[in-house]
């Protein structure tokens, strides 16, 4: 079993960055394929990003395509999403999850392990 933590959320301006961190405890995040997801309020969790196990490759929503970057520090234990040219319409919880499966996966239904979500808000 591994626990994630995320961290790294906050308030920045329309255009501008920002890195969300998920530190893993437990188990190695090269033990599982790794994603991000947001929700924002009255909306369905969003597949933003994901990285097969190991890192080999990465796939990302459309709507971040371009934007956002998917990366893994396995000295650290740590998957990042570097998020630039942000918009209001990023504004969402972010949630990092993990996968026992080990390619890049898209469904939240596939990802067992959940963090408890840093909230980003970008304003116009």
């Known amino acids: 079993q591994v626990l994630l933590v995320e961290s790294g959320g906050g308030l920045v301006q329309a255009g501008g960055s920002l890195r969300l961190s998920c530190a893993a405890s437990?188990?190695?995040?090269?033990?599982?394929?790794m994603g991000w997801f947001r929700q924002a309020p009255g909306k369905e969790r969003e597949f933003v990003a994901a990285?097969?196990?190991?890192?080999?490759?990465?796939s990302y929503g459309d709507s971040v395509k371009g934007r956002f970057t998917i990366s893994v520090n396995n000295l650290k234990n740590t998957v990042y999403l570097q998020m630039s040219s942000l918009q209001p319409e990023d504004t969402a919880v972010y949630y990092c999850a993990a996968s026992a499966y080990s390619g890049t996966q898209y469904l939240t239904r596939n990802y067992a392990y959940w963090g408890q979500g840093t909230q980003v808000t970008v304003s116009s």
């Open positions: 990285i097969s196990r190991m890192g080999g490759t990465a």
């Open positions: 437990g188990r190695t995040v090269s033990s599982y394929g």
